[in-house]
């Protein structure tokens, strides 16, 4: 298997925050393919942004962002109302070629809810593989 990659991608300007449930769907859709197009090996579903740590499988790095992006979108607008373009344009993808930046990666989604919000007790839009 190749070297994982750190994925970021932000809502598109003008675009509301996504609520609690819009952010159930798109951890829903980031977890969907787990496994079979690639290994998920870390998320964090922000308001306004996402962050992933994803080692490719079968789908090269590109397919699975622009899988995750149209399919959320589609759903986003289908289900929850939403009009236009929901991301922004592009992303940004990193490969992690270490196991320290692999950690660091990690370290920085999972900490990024309490880095926006440090009172927070419990965010359920945050997931990091035990291995």
Do not use: C, K
């Amino acid at each position: 298997m190749g070297d994982p990659s750190f994925i970021t991608w932000h809502l598109a300007p003008g675009q509301r925050r996504l609520d609690s449930r819009e952010r159930d769907l798109v951890a829903s859709v980031l977890r969907r393919g787990d496994g079979s197009r690639y290994t998920l090996l870390a998320f964090v579903v922000m308001d306004d942004h996402v962050h992933a740590l994803a080692r490719a499988g079968p789908w090269p790095t590109d397919r699975i962002i622009g899988s995750w992006r149209s399919s959320t979108e589609q759903q986003l607008q289908r289900i929850h109302g939403r009009r236009g373009e929901i991301w922004a344009a592009g992303h940004q993808a990193q490969v992690v070629r270490t196991p320290q930046h692999r950690r660091d990666v990690e370290l920085s989604i999972a900490g990024n809810p309490w880095t926006r919000w440090p009172f927070l007790h419990g965010y359920r839009w945050m997931w990091v593989r035990e291995e």
